[in-house]
């Protein structure tokens, strides 16, 4: 099972892997909460509870990116997520402008 995740993640051992799920797990729960801090500023103006959920996914999305980037540096795996944002954004350019 272990042999099939280093596949999968395109890494060479397990403290690799260790360190791609670190980052994963870090980057997620910060963009949910500067998502929460973002949707609470936003509330003040808005009223409208479908508009501040709508903007609240588009933030996680779009911070999450950013994040992932940021947290990689200090655990030293920029160069594996830069290729990892790569991969993405071609399969998102392929869904939406294809």
């Not at 963009?31 to 508009?51: Q, W």
């Amino acid at each position: 099972m272990i042999s099939q995740l280093l596949k999968l993640f395109h890494v060479n051992n397990i403290s690799k892997l260790f360190l791609v799920f670190a980052v994963f797990s870090l980057s997620g729960m910060l963009a949910l909460y500067a998502s929460d801090i973002l949707t609470a500023f936003i509330s003040n103006f808005l009223t409208n509870d479908f508009l501040i959920l709508f903007l609240r996914v588009v933030s996680i999305f779009i911070l999450y990116q950013i994040i992932v980037l940021v947290v990689a540096i200090p655990l030293g795996q920029f160069s594996y997520f830069m290729s990892y944002q790569g991969r993405f954004l071609k399969k998102i350019k392929s869904i939406f402008f294809a």
